[in-house]
RNA sequence: GGCCCGUUCGUCUAGUGGUUAGGACUCAUGGUUUUCAUCCAUGCAACAGGGGUUCGAUCCCCCUACGGGCUGCCA
């Protein structure tokens, strides 16, 4: 295979959303592979809307999630005078024609055909105006739009996820490619860019499907080679509703934001759609770089489920050595830790990874190792009153103070020895410590806990408890 | 309305003209664990409906329903 080009093409009309993550990615895959080109397009032509904080926002969130892209970054409004000379081209092969039909008439029309029960199509009574007469009308001050002469016949193309799509071309109609303030469409400046850049391959979602039949009329018309189309199936909501704002959360920034790292975003963005055709599903970039494949693309659209994504980052916090989520975990957060060197800092997270399922859980379970004063909670009074924690963490306090050493072995001891002493089991004992040395009723082993804290500090917030609980 | 596309457990999906329709997430139950989580085991749970074709259809064909896209001088 000649090496494909492929393009990213998002209108930097928000930040980078889920979907776009998916259709982004899925070019990048196909291009890394095959040791292609993924491209960077923005399509700018919307004045109104776009905003160049958001060209900003979606280079930072693909640059986040590792997605490379090849060559500058092209700005579709900078094309303008390329559309403006193909337009020109057309007009003269005879393939588009000025159309003097205004907006007014086109709507009676719609609305006539509707009342009579009639499919709507657009006349073609400009089609064939001599060049005389339309300099007439144009001295008359009418305007008018440009549209594509639809030659008779069908229309195909071989859709590396659908398959065969055929249209008939009669159900096209002669379509809009630049409108009477001479800008050009979208179907046809997508077409001419694409021309342009090389495009060989267009990955993009199926809304595009029934789009696609007309950027091919706009490639046969120039006779340019038409590019292999792959169409990806939409990401659905909860409510099984296309992607939206409305959605809880569609801003990949946001997962960043949760605690997610790139990985675990891809990993899931990767099944979402498409299978490894293995009952495999962690994976890491590189091999998914290898396994990606079309066939395996689905069509049917996908429901988004945050709880999936939760699971596979879990899997990969597991997975993950502390250092490489040391680095994560300050990617996000600068300051955590601060206080405290990194040995320390890998040390607590390889107690707290296991247990979380991304970034933030990790911070938050961490943060009894980094805190200097814990914050004891009334919650635990009954166990600290009631059932006898006080005198058990006091009696654990002096047995420790006497230790000379402090080590796994010497805590296990220690505990033994109060076990004994109260006539009562590990859960009993572990109970009124952990809340002492944490101030909250779960988290990582007590003797790790106590290792990693070290003596003094243990010694330390076990006298507050006491005074806290007395 | 017209054209195009889709429909397997709640969700992501595998699958084949003959299977106990498989896996994963979620959920439930049990077990391991000093707590929580992890982990392990078990369980619940699906071929949209109707016609064909066939000895036999989840699978092939047709219709219907439902959902989505396009049908714009939006992208």
Known sequence: MKKPVVRFAPSPTGYLHIGGARTALFN????????????????????ERSKIEYVDQIKNALNWLGMDWDDDIIFQSKNNSNHQKVIKELIQSGDAYKCF???????????????????????????????????????????????????????????LVFGEIIVDNK???????????????????????????????????????????????VYNALKKNVPIFAHLPMILGSDKKRLSKRHAATNVQEYRDKGFTPDSIINYLSLLGWNPDSNDEIFNINELIKLFNFKQVQKKSAVFDEKKLLWISGQKMKEMTSKDILKEILLIDKAW??????????????L?????????????????????EVNYSDEFKSIMSDQNGTMIIKDFLNAVKI???????????????????????????????????????????????????????????????????K
């Open 28 to 47: 990048w895959l196909f291009a890394r592979q095959n040791n292609g080109k993924f491209l960077l397009r923005i399509e700018d032509t919307d004045l």
């Open 101 to 159: 039909l205004t907006k007014e008439e086109l709507d009676n029309l719609r609305i006539q055909a509707d009342k009579n029960k009639e499919v709507f199509r657009v006349p073609r009574t400009y089609r064939d105006t001599s060049e005389e007469k339309q300099n007439e009308l144009i001295d008359e001050g009418r305007s008018y739009t440009i549209r594509l002469k639809v030659p008779e016949g069908i229309t195909k193309f071989k859709d």
């Open 171 to 217: 159900d096209l109609d002669d379509f809009i490619i630049s409108r009477s303030d001479g800008s050009p469409t979208y179907n046809f400046v997508v077409a001419i860019d694409d021309i342009a850049m090389d495009i060989s391959h267009i990955i993009r979602g199926d809304d595009h499907i029934a789009n696609t039949p007309k950027q091919i009329l």
């Open 337 to 350: 830790g601060k206080d405290h060197n990194n040995s320390y800092l890998e040390s607590v997270i390889s």
């Open 352 to 372: 707290t990874k296991d247990r979380s399922k991304n970034l933030i859980d990790i911070i938050d379970i961490s943060d009894i190792f980094l805190i200097n």
């Open 403 to 469: 230790e000379e050493s402090w080590d796994k072995q010497t805590v296990e001891k220690v505990f033994e020895q109060i076990m004994n002493q109260h006539d009562i089991g590990l859960g009993k004992v572990m109970k009124p410590l952990r809340i002492a040395i944490s101030g909250i009723s779960y988290g990582p082993g007590i003797f790790d806990m106590m290792i990693l804290l070290g003596k003094d500090l243990t010694i330390n917030r076990i006298t507050n408890a006491i005074n806290f609980y």
